[in-house]
């Protein structure tokens, strides 16, 4: 889906020079005004959905870092249990 933009009072160098831009890349002006637009607004998602990935990644270490201590914990507590029982048989 798609959805119309319209940009007013361009300066007209501005313009000039897009279309120059354009004209260099065998496109018009809209469609080169709309890939540059994408692209610029493609690379903000994709930063956003990095930082989230980062976030995940940090967020899931802690918790691996902290079942893992309780691992370590249980495991000792199981070796102390298992020396108590064959203390007693």
Do not use: C, P
Request: proline share 0%; net charge negative; charged share 30%.
């Amino acid at each position: 889906m798609s959805k119309e933009i319209r940009v007013r009072n361009v300066d007209v160098a501005v313009v000039q020079k897009l279309d120059e831009l354009a004209k260099k890349n065998s496109q018009s002006r809209e469609a080169f005004l709309r890939e540059h637009l994408e692209g610029f607004a493609y690379n903000y998602i994709q930063s956003d959905l990095l930082d989230h990935y980062d976030m995940t990644v940090e967020t899931n270490t802690a918790w691996f870092k902290m079942m893992y201590q309780e691992y370590q914990e249980m495991n000792g507590q199981l070796r102390e249990l298992i020396t108590v029982l064959r203390e007693l048989t």
